[in-house]
């Protein structure tokens, strides 16, 4: 009940200001937004997983403060299991397996639901570790769900890795590039994300695509919104 009174709180405030501000008057602000962080307890409280045996799979989901993995100095998220394609025998042709994922738990309040809106950044940016099995690290994709009447429209994007070391990257995705999609499948008709109104954020991995299972193991830091000047690529340590 504290964190909707909070939440609700902070709507208000924030709604307050952007009166007070005359939103669309002043410049957009181009600054890097955080979006989610994953470097305490309380962060990971705010996420919400499930993998396919919530309907009948055999594939399990975690997600753990990590102390081994520190960036900065401080702890990261661990997001990990192990992916299978088979699903319980009674279940078999009816459900499919292969699916772990997690993402932002909706934020409800007094007034509405709390969203982000990035109208005024280019990118999205990750900054993760890849781990786990080999195979398994091709089959992450970035969901994004806005605020709207169909709630199984997701807007989706594969994640490419550009370190194989288990090191730290930060990996960027062009709002632009990202496709709709509805119940898994891309939409057929072609839309404009309407990028005011970002509910959830979250990253999936979909084994029972690529048919791929073992062990799967992604540290996340991190989720911002960011605009190309803020775009860097590190050199290889």
Not at 68 to 83: S, V
Not at 93 to 100: I, L
Not at 127 to 145: E, F, I, K, M
């Amino acid at each position: 009940m504290s964190q909707y009174l909070n939440r609700s709180v902070r709507f208000a405030l924030d709604g307050t200001s952007r009166v007070l501000r005359m939103a669309g008057a002043d410049a957009p602000q181009r600054t890097p937004k955080t979006l989610l962080t994953f470097n305490s307890r309380a962060d990971l409280e705010q996420l919400a997983l499930g993998c396919d045996a919530d309907i009948g799979g055999t594939s399990s989901v975690h997600m753990d403060l990590d102390e081994a993995h520190r960036y900065d100095g401080r702890p990261t998220g661990k997001f990990w299991g192990d992916m299978r394609l088979a699903v319980r025998k009674e279940l078999e042709g009816r459900v499919r397996g292969g699916y772990a994922g997690f993402r932002n738990k909706h934020r409800p309040t007094l007034f509405g639901e709390i969203t982000e809106d990035v109208t005024f950044h280019e990118y999205l940016a990750l900054r993760v570790r890849a781990a786990g099995d080999p195979r398994t690290r091709h089959s992450y994709y970035v969901n994004l769900q806005m605020d709207g009447p169909i709630t199984t429209d997701i807007w989706q994007h594969r994640l490419f890795f550009n370190r194989d070391d288990g090191a730290w990257e930060d990996l960027y995705i062009p709002f632009d590039d990202f496709v709709l999609t509805n119940a898994g499948e891309v939409a057929s008709k072609e839309m404009t994300m309407a990028r005011d109104k970002v509910r959830s954020i979250g990253i999936s991995l979909l084994g029972g695509n690529s048919g791929v299972e073992g062990p799967y193991e992604l540290g996340i830091d991190s989720i911002r919104a960011v605009n190309a000047e803020d775009v860097t690529i590190p050199k290889r340590e």
